[in-house]
């Protein structure tokens, strides 16, 4: 079992009722923790359609999670 911070944004953050919250998962990769918060609050995102930061970097949804990991969701942003 890990425990991480996930914080969501824009759409994910409207679906979620939150910005932030701290969760226990058996996830061993960034998209299952995915997997497991859109389950949760119901996301209409598939995971191939949002981007992932662990620490304010960038990584691949199939990067290893770790206990302790301050995850964002980013879904698309249309700006203009």
């Given at each position: ?33 995915y ?7 119901q ?6 359609q ?8 960038f ?22």
């Amino acid at each position: 079992m890990k425990q991480v911070t996930v914080k969501h944004f824009a759409s994910l953050k409207e679906q979620a009722g939150c910005a932030e919250e701290t969760v226990q998962v058996e996830a061993d990769r960034i998209v299952d923790l995915y997997k497991f918060m859109a389950h949760k609050h119901q996301f209409s995102l598939a995971p191939s359609q949002v981007k992932a930061c662990v620490s304010g970097r960038f990584v691949a949804l199939e990067s290893p999670l770790e206990d302790g990991a301050e995850v964002a969701f980013i879904p698309p942003v249309a700006g203009g």
